[in-house]
């Protein structure tokens, strides 16, 4: 069924664990995490860009493509279709009219007050349909959508200002961890993660999970984090996978044999994610 993330991110929160977030690009994909979440038994976050949404033809190919494989494959765990870094409520209206059951509006690129301002025109909308809001504070820098943008780091006082005054359901302070491969060691700030933790009601998101060490991940839940966003690790996996099948095989041409040679990459690094993040019903 696809619900908002409301009730599994309090959960996480509550029991210290973090709720996956797996980018979806096409059909294969949704359908790998679907099956694989669902064996495991674990609720899950698919997250939507802009720019997956224009590749897969728009929010309602993708929520009639996931309501579909929910109802086909019999799938019972909570999942959530969700947009990943919206940049302007027009595309969040767009998603929740489509059906999405949640959105993030990431407005983080302009000054507190824009933010603020888009984001809770945002939420009035996406709480009147049930539908749940995350934002941004600070800005996530690295590649995103073949964008590259810099990173500022959050702070408290402007983390709570956002709060206040939207009352956005989840918040993603931007302390460190970048889109795509990091040059070296990531530098998360813990102690900020956790004092906004502290002083927040509301469940952390971080994004940029891709290349961040099992221990910061584990540090990272510690202090607070119940959801983490993964995208480039599963193209990594699911690249390498398909490259080697299509090195092997120079004849292969049918392309459910060469879209399909990344299934099994895709559904392991799933499992070692999701035992990681210790997730759980
Ligand atoms: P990665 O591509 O680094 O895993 O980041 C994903 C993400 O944060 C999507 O919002």
């Given amino acids: 069924m696809l619900v908002n993330f409301i009730d599994m991110l309090n959960k996480a929160k509550e029991n210290h664990y973090a709720v996956p977030h797996f980018n979806i690009n096409n059909l294969e994909w949704s359908k790998y995490i679907l099956e694989k979440c669902n064996e495991l038994n674990v609720p899950v976050i698919l997250g939507v860009s802009e720019g997956a949404a224009k590749y897969m033809g728009g929010f309602d190919v993708i929520t009639g493509m996931i309501n579909g494989l929910i109802k086909d494959l019999n799938i019972t765990i909570p999942v959530c279709l969700h947009v990943d870094h919206g940049q302007s409520f027009e595309t969040c209206k767009k998603a929740i009219d489509a059906g999405f059951t949640s959105v993030m509006i990431d407005a983080s690129r302009l000054d507190l007050n824009e933010n603020i301002r888009i984001t809770k025109e945002v939420v009035d909308y996406a709480h009147t349909k049930n539908v749940s809001v995350e934002a941004e504070v600070g800005h996530i820098g690295g590649t995103e959508d073949n964008i590259t943008s810099s990173a500022t780091n ?38 900020t993660m956790k004092i906004i933790n502290d002083n927040l009601p509301i469940p952390l998101v971080l994004h940029g999970g891709t290349g961040i060490p099992n221990d910061k991940i584990a540090t990272a839940i510690a202090c607070g984090i119940s959801k983490i966003n993964i995208n480039t690790d599963l193209q990594v996996a699911w690249s390498t996978a398909v490259r080697k099948f299509l090195t092997e095989d120079t004849s292969a041409y049918d392309p459910r044999k060469v879209i399909g040679s990344g299934e099994q990459a895709i559904k392991k690094r799933i499992e070692e994610i999701v035992t990681l993040f210790k997730t759980q019903i």
């Fill in 154 to 191: 959050a702070t408290l006082e402007d983390c709570q200002i956002l709060y206040e005054n939207t009352h956005i359901d989840s918040l993603a302070p931007a302390l460190g961890s970048v889109h795509g491969f990091y040059k070296g060691e990531p530098n998360l700030d813990f102690n």
